[in-house]
């Protein structure tokens, strides 16, 4: 089955950046959609088809996606952005595919 | 009011069977085909299950297949998950899930199935 790999853990400082890796076979082929998950909530959608961000989401969200490795780029980080980040590879199948999880810091 | 909301949890002893619904507004319903993914606890996110948006196609992930069956009353806006034969593995928060553009662009709040002696 097809698997995607996070790195468990990011921390970052206020204001600096933060770089999420999401690693899989030929990802780039995919398109890759990215998740946010606060503590006791539902999942929100930051960054879809590799690098849009839907209306609602700061600026500071970025994405790409080329090769083997779609990455999650939050620029001048927030306190409100720590939580769980998650990777999604939307492919042809139905089984769209989540990576393993990463929590973001704010240290 | 665009949301989902989802409804049935509880705690199950082994083997039992729970269903879950998920109930759609403030969209065309009809139009879309509708996801379930589980959170087991301090874990990550896993794909369930969908339903086309007639209700003509159903597919599962291979750690339920043979055990939950989806279904959808596109009249009352209404997602089902059936679940027998529950595991403890399947002890998890489900959240049905809209697809939007290659993603899944609204969630429920989810409902915490437990699965217990």
């Known amino acids: 089955s097809y698997e995607l790999t996070q790195p468990p853990s990011v921390s970052v400082s206020p204001g600096q950046t933060a770089t999420i890796t999401c690693s899989g076979n030929?990802?780039?082929?995919?398109?890759v959609a990215w998740y946010q998950q606060k503590p006791g909530q539902s999942p929100v959608v930051v960054i879809y088809q590799d690098s849009k961000r839907p209306s609602g989401i700061p600026e500071r969200f970025s994405g790409s996606n080329s090769g083997n490795t779609a990455t999650l780029t939050i620029s001048g980080t927030q306190a409100m952005d720590e939580a769980d980040y998650y990777c999604?590879?939307?492919?042809?199948?139905?089984?769209?595919?989540f990576g393993s999880g990463t929590r973001v810091t704010i240290v | 009011q665009v949301q989902l909301v989802e409804s049935g949890g509880g705690v199950v002893q082994p083997g039992r069977s729970l269903r879950l619904s998920c109930a759609a507004s403030?969209?065309?319903?009809?139009?879309?085909?509708i996801h379930w993914v589980r959170q087991a606890p301090g874990k990550g996110l896993e794909w369930v299950s969908l339903i086309s948006y007639d209700g003509s196609s159903e597919y599962y992930a291979d750690s339920v297949k043979g055990r939950f069956t989806i279904s959808r009353q596109n009249s009352q806006n209404n997602v089902y998950l059936q679940m027998d034969n529950l595991r403890p593995e399947d002890t998890a928060v489900y959240y049905c899930?809209?697809?939007?553009?290659?993603?899944?662009?609204?969630w429920g709040q989810g409902t915490r199935v437990t699965v217990s002696s």
């Open positions: 899930a809209r697809p939007g553009t290659s993603s899944y662009d609204l």
């Open positions: 999604q590879a939307w492919d042809g199948t139905v089984a769209h595919v």
């Open positions: 030929k990802l780039g082929e995919e398109y």
């Open positions: 403030g969209f065309s319903f009809s139009s879309f085909a």
